[in-house]
């Protein structure tokens, strides 16, 4: 009995040990730098507009007076405005289209590298744009800004999915999440009047855009690229063992490639598939859709209106004007830290309850939001009851809403379809994001405190799709995953398992004939035991 329980204490001792060695020191640098020349300049990018926007204005007006020499109406005024904000999310789309082929052709970490083109482009053509007096430059910036984001924020979650053991690939996965919620903050601090939020010099604001991508430029071809991307796509099993090894931290690492090697011998005569095909596909049918539902609130839940109304319910609470801009910081701080303690517990409570609740809380504190506006002119407290609920609802959007879609999308796919998964979560996501942008005056226009109510309606919908339809992916392999989607896809096990198009399925005969004939020619260099 004795023996028993010291066999099951050092079986436990032995799986603590390798989950705290899975955080080795070049998965940590290679998850924050990408994540910083990436997803913070998402973030920083959705800010960094709202501090200057009354110098930008002011820069649009006498531009179009120096030109045509009248003022510019206020319309049109207003036009240019809405066209340098919501253009972002165009340059978004195109970024988020042409991701696969990029992706499949240089890679998940050549792809990062190459897309800091876009943001020191972009960064230099709105940082010189009211030298040079030209306010195209800075919508010009703002579309290839877009572009950046766009490529971004679907190359790094499948990087980080694909370097990241299954055991913290959830909480890996959150760094995506943490820092967008940085870079908006880190967007709130330095439009601070002390720092570049005034007329002279609100320029610098884009011209930071500059050294999270030149970090990223010096420190990631340093560090491995995608061991599955190696192993599956270029089939070089030697390069791909080196970069478990780094990633890892360890030197035999002989099961890692044997579970991808699994994978490639089921899949190594399928190519990387098209969206069309992917959205064909039966076997992945409701991943799809749970991607699709997951990304679309995302967007939709309302977080844009919140920030839209956050100057107003401050002023409202009698909070001095020239003091909203600090105390406007706490909305971005909670946000960082409500992503940081989600990056926390994830692996621990899963991505279901961390999802679900999120959308949840949201609507309890939109109802509660609605109520508190529309009676806080009669009741003196009130207003502090709307700051509470706004900071509220950024922490339980935050908590999973804000990162666990792309967590998913990197969890439900095999290697082949990853890329076209992806695009399809990249342009939700992108559209959703500009229909937002598009609506929400007239949505607010119309109904005035009510609006929220509409938010709720979104994610009580989201919550009960995701309810009845997500099965947890904690610490689950892609088999075990496709398992649990196979009965609601109405196909068996054995279909499931292969997730193979009917052109291009071939005898299994003939794949491990295949994969024996690239043995041989010495495509795979090392014997895996």
Not at 127 to 142: K, P, T, V, Y
Request: proline share 4%; hydrophobic share 45%; charged share 15%.
């Amino acid at each position: 009995m004795e023996n028993k329980q010291q066999s099951n204490g050092g079986v436990t001792q032995s799986k603590e040990m390798k989950k705290k060695m899975s955080w080795s020191g070049s998965l940590i640098l290679a998850s924050l730098t990408g994540a910083f020349g990436s997803s913070f300049l998402y973030g920083y990018n959705l800010s960094v507009v709202n501090a200057p926007a009354v110098y930008i204005k002011k820069f649009y007006n006498e531009t179009w007076e120096r030109r045509y020499g009248f003022s510019v109406d206020e319309s049109t005024l207003t036009l240019l405005w809405s066209v340098t904000v919501s253009i972002f999310a165009i340059g978004g789309l195109v970024g988020a289209i042409i991701v696969t082929p990029i992706v499949k052709f240089f890679g998940r970490k050549c792809t990062l590298l190459l897309n800091n083109v876009f943001a020191v482009t972009a960064a230099i053509l709105m940082s010189l744009s009211q030298l040079a007096g030209s306010f195209e430059m800075l919508i010009l910036g703002r579309i290839i800004m877009g572009v950046d984001a766009g490529i971004s924020l679907s190359a790094l979650p499948m990087y980080l999915s694909e370097i990241s053991p299954k055991e913290i690939r959830g909480s890996l996965g959150q760094v995506t999440a943490i820092f967008i919620c940085v870079g908006v903050f880190m967007g709130q601090v330095l439009g601070l009047p002390e720092i570049f939020g005034t007329e002279s010099r609100w320029p610098f604001l884009f011209g930071v855009i500059v050294v999270p991508a030149l970090v990223q430029i010096v420190i990631l071809p340093f560090l491995p690229e995608s061991p599955r991307y190696l192993l599956l796509e270029k089939h070089n099993t030697s390069k791909a063992e080196k970069a478990f090894q780094t990633f890892l931290g360890k030197e035999d690492v002989s099961q890692e490639v044997e579970e991808v090697l699994a994978e490639s011998r089921v899949q190594r005569n399928t190519k990387l598939v098209s969206v069309l095909q992917l959205l064909r596909t039966r076997a992945v049918r409701w991943q799809v859709i749970t991607v699709v539902v997951t990304m679309g609130c995302y967007q939709l839940c309302g977080l844009n209106a919140i920030w839209y109304y956050t100057n107003n319910i401050f002023s409202e609470a009698g909070i001095n004007s020239k003091t909203i801009p600090y105390v406007t910081l706490s909305t971005g701080a909670v946000e960082t830290l409500a992503a940081v303690s989600s990056g926390l517990v994830i692996e621990r409570l899963g991505r279901r309850p961390l999802l679900i609740g999120g959308f949840g809380l949201m609507i309890v504190f939109f109802a509660v939001l609605t109520v508190s506006l529309t009676l806080q002119n009669n009741v003196t407290w009130l207003p502090y009851l709307s700051i509470f609920c706004i900071l509220a609802i950024i922490a339980s959007f935050c908590i999973g809403p804000g990162g666990i879609p792309f967590v998913l999308t990197g969890e439900f796919f095999q290697q082949s379809q990853r890329p076209a998964a992806f695009m399809v979560a990249g342009t939700v996501n992108w559209l959703c994001n500009f229909a937002v942008g598009l609506l929400f005056p007239f949505i607010q226009s119309g109904l005035q405190n009510y609006c929220f109510l509409v938010f709720a309606a979104i994610c009580f919908a989201g919550a009960t799709y995701l309810f009845f339809v997500l099965p947890e992916t904690k610490n689950k392999t892609l088999s075990e995953i496709s398992h649990a989607f196979a009965k609601r896809n109405k196909v068996s096990l054995e279909m499931q398992e292969m997730n193979h198009y009917p052109e291009e399925r071939k005898s299994s005969a003939e794949q491990e004939s295949n994969f024996t004939s690239s043995v041989d020619n010495g495509e795979t260099k090392h014997a895996i035991v």
